[in-house]
């Protein structure tokens, strides 16, 4: 069974700055998908980035970048030029790739994260 | 990405009684899921919805709790029967657009008294 590890419950920071947030999973799968998730307390749940396990690249999206180590089975989320907006529960993610069909996601316990003024 | 909506945004409900969740979807999707967040928790799985068959649910959830229906590809509903208040937690739906993304509904935040 996959699990999924955010070993950070809470974080501050000031903002502009940089925050990394961790995560490690375990899987025996090759194949899967990782995502970092944000719910801010509205409580809807917003795509931030998402990472396919067989491309070594990280991926990028603005402000936000991720660290994939395949091998360490890590996975952590750079929050560059920290925003006031960025203030949310972060969740880390892993859904497994099934062929021509969808599946379940499996979510950390998340990291809430405060960007102080 | 996708847009979908759900109904109510939030319910507060007797304990005994059944609320019945909505979920809807802008465009066709083969899969929905329905997850649960309980206060300070993360999300869980209840259960898969394919349009056509039967509700796949997890352990630990069970169809007479959480009867589940999909009517068509753009939507579905959860109920929760006969609630306590350990079911006061936040419903999501999701749907996946190209089978590796999830995107979630707003959310349905039920409160059990």
């Known amino acids: 069974a996959q699990t999924v590890t955010q070993s950070q419950p809470e974080m501050s920071v000031q903002e502009a700055e940089t925050v990394t947030l961790s995560c490690t999973y375990d899987t025996s799968e090759n194949n899967y998908y990782l995502f970092w998730y944000k719910q801010p307390p509205s409580r809807q749940m917003i795509l931030v980035i998402r990472?396919?396990?067989?491309?070594?690249q990280n991926a990028t999206e603005n402000r936000f970048s991720v660290n994939f180590q395949k091998a360490a089975k890590s996975f952590s989320l750079k929050i560059s030029d920290s925003q006031l907006g960025d203030t949310a529960m972060y969740f880390c993610?892993?859904?497994?790739?099934?062929?021509?069909?969808?599946?379940?996601?499996?979510f950390g316990k998340g990291t809430r994260l405060h960007i102080l003024p | 990405s996708a847009v979908i909506s759900q109904k109510p945004s939030r319910d507060i409900c007797q304990r005994g009684t059944s609320l019945t969740i909505q979920c809807q979807v802008d465009?066709?999707?083969?899969?929905m899921f329905w997850y649960r967040q309980q206060p300070g928790q993360s999300l869980t799985l209840i259960a898969t919805a394919n349009q056509g068959s039967e509700a796949t649910y997890e352990s630990g959830f069970v169809i007479d709790k959480f009867p589940i229906s999909r009517p068509n590809l753009t939507f579905s509903t959860l109920t929760v029967s006969n609630m306590s208040p350990e079911d006061s937690s936040i419903y999501l739906c999701?749907?996946?657009?190209?089978?590796?993304?999830?995107?979630f509904g707003p959310g349905t935040r039920l409160t059990v008294l």
């Open positions: 999701s749907v996946s657009r190209q089978a590796d993304t999830q995107y």
């Open positions: 990472q396919e396990a067989y491309k070594q």
């Open positions: 465009s066709q999707v083969t899969m």
């Open positions: 993610a892993f859904m497994k790739h099934v062929v021509g069909g969808d599946d379940k996601i499996i």
